[in-house]
């Protein structure tokens, strides 16, 4: 063992003068750990809801989405070229419009999404949202009234339920012998969606392609498409490709183009959230310099007899330089331990529950991850590193006579 190493140990565990000192390490310790936790917490529920909400976004989404005009015949030859394309397993074409939706003396406004059910089953879990009716009943019924699926938000706004019939209103004329009229079609109301991402549940209506694409005049062809990807982390390289091999007048957006400014909002949150929480660390690393400058004063005569005795400036600083090194590094482990305790109890016990009726999920989400960790300690450890710096230059500065005759 290094002298400086033996002599730190020495100095933390052997008997202080009175218990003041003994209690300011215990507290520089304890506020490194509380700090460190308290971050670990922070960052892995902030993750989980970024996760969970991502999540929900693709499962109503894909990964990838291609949005074009096309003529007669375009949408099957668009769709190769996309299925083609590297990485992709899975597409399925849309027709996408906006319409007013009435039901007895209520209207609101929707997005209104034509798809092929069997086909988008293949790029999201928008199949697995339906609390209420079947996929199947947007084919038109005996009466020739086709389906439409709300979503759960929307339908409560509209006061529909399955069954009910409503009237979809488009905001573009059609001709006829009165002249420009809005054109509108009945629809049956075949399920209610809940994907568990308010604005889609509360503006989104799907229904048949072909009946999307004729009421929205595509000539029955789509004008977009949904893709699934291999790997998600590979959806920008793999837009990137699409844009480049579709050219005009194709636009390829990923789900992080169309969400851009939710992401953008969770990602300053949890820096904004990081840099307070990171000021509890901060503090704590006072308390340790205040110890060491204490201890400084408490062992001056025995750092004059170890200058005495032929120890260098060096020595001496490597001594008080470990001492708050070991600080931080028990405060930073006792820290993580905690923070990952903890964030793993949450996680598996519903300790914080959230009212069921504002959100959909009524556990709090948590997501460890390992490079939050790990700098959460290396940034923690580093700090207290630092805060002993100057009681360390302050004790190698002694001189040896001074020290002995003062001490």
């Known amino acids: 063992m290094a002298p400086e190493t033996f002599i730190a140990l020495r100095y933390l565990s052997a008997k202080r003068k009175g218990l003041f000192s003994v209690v300011t390490t215990l507290i520089g310790v304890a506020g490194v750990a509380l700090g460190v936790a308290a971050l670990i917490v922070t960052l892995s529920i902030m993750d989980g809801f970024q996760t969970d909400i991502r999540r929900k976004i693709i499962d109503a989404q894909a990964h990838i989405v291609v949005y074009g005009q096309m003529r007669p015949g375009d949408g099957e030859r668009a769709a190769a070229r996309i299925a083609a394309a590297p990485g992709v397993t899975a597409v399925s074409p849309f027709a996408l419009g906006q319409g007013i939706i009435t039901f007895d003396d209520r209207s609101t406004g929707a997005v209104v999404r034509g798809v092929d059910p069997a086909a988008e089953a293949r790029v999201n879990s928008l199949k697995d949202s339906l609390v209420r009716g079947s996929w199947d009943g947007l084919a038109p019924a005996a009466g020739g009234v086709p389906g439409i699926v709300l979503g759960e938000e929307l339908a409560k706004n509209l006061g529909a339920w399955t069954g009910d019939e409503v009237i979809l209103v488009s905001p573009r004329s059609a001709e006829s012998g009165l002249?420009?009229?809005?054109?509108?079609?009945?629809?049956?109301?075949?399920?209610?969606?809940?994907?568990?991402?308010?604005?889609?549940?509360?503006?989104?209506a799907y229904c048949g392609l072909k009946e999307a694409s004729e009421f929205f005049g595509m000539q029955g062809e789509p004008n977009g498409f949904s893709v699934r990807l291999e790997d998600l982390d590979l959806a920008p390289?793999?837009?990137?490709?699409?844009?480049?091999?579709l050219g005009f007048p194709f636009t390829v957006r990923t789900y992080a183009d169309m969400n851009r400014t939710l992401f953008a909002a969770l990602k300053l949150e949890k820096f904004v959230m990081s840099l307070v929480l990171a000021l509890i660390i901060l503090v704590a690393t006072f308390t340790i310099a205040s110890n060491l400058l204490m201890m400084t004063v408490e062992k001056m005569r025995d750092i004059g007899i170890l200058r005495a005795m032929g120890a260098g400036p060096g020595l001496v600083r490597r001594v008080f330089l470990l001492e708050g090194a070991m600080i931080g590094l028990a405060g930073t482990l006792l820290g993580v331990l905690l923070g990952v305790g903890i964030s793993l109890f949450i996680g598996h016990y519903p300790v914080i529950e959230l009212p069921s009726d504002i959100y959909y999920v009524t556990r709090v989400p948590v997501k460890l991850d390992a490079l939050d960790i790990l700098l959460t300690a290396l940034a923690s450890f580093g700090l207290c590193?630092?805060?002993?710096?100057?009681p360390a230059s302050r004790a190698a500065k002694l001189d040896p006579v001074d020290a002995i005759r003062y001490g």
């Open 237 to 245: 390289a793999a837009a990137e490709g699409l844009r480049t091999s």
């Open 179 to 204: 002249g420009l009229l809005p054109r509108m079609k009945k629809f049956r109301v075949a399920g209610l969606s809940r994907t568990g991402y308010y604005e889609y549940d509360n503006t989104m």
């Open 385 to 390: 590193s630092l805060s002993a710096l100057y």
